[in-house]
Nanobody
């Protein structure tokens, strides 16, 4: 079992930055790949970024590539999403999730956090 709690969301102006954190509990955290997804109002949840169990491999949606960076800290059992050059279209609830391997497919993720709101004003 893995429990996930996101934090770090908030209101930011376009062009600004935020860093999201996802704290995980459970002894098996280090064996899971981790991902970030987001859901904007009236839209389906979409993949944002993922990182493998070792932190050595990452994968990004085209819409955030070059602006967002995913990382993990095995000692703190935490995954981060550094978001730079934010745009109004990045406004969404952001979720972290755990999967047995790195993937952009939502259906492969077994555990989910409750989400944190990110709002980017123009």
């Amino acid at each position: 079992q893995v429990q996930l709690v996101e934090s770090g969301g908030g209101l930011v102006q376009a062009g600004g930055s935020l860093r999201l954190s996802c704290a995980a509990s459970g002894r098996t955290f280090s064996s899971y790949a981790m991902g970030w997804f987001r859901q904007a109002p009236g839209k389906e949840r979409e993949f944002v970024a993922a990182i493998d169990w070792s932190g050595g491999s990452t994968y990004y949606a085209d819409s955030v590539k070059g602006r967002f960076t995913i990382s993990r800290d095995g000692v703190k059992n935490t995954v981060y999403l550094q978001m730079n050059s934010l745009k109004p279209e990045d406004t969404a609830v952001y979720y972290c999730a755990a999967a047995p391997w790195i993937s952009s497919y939502e259906s492969l993720y077994d555990y989910w956090g409750q989400g944190t709101q990110v709002t980017v004003s123009s």
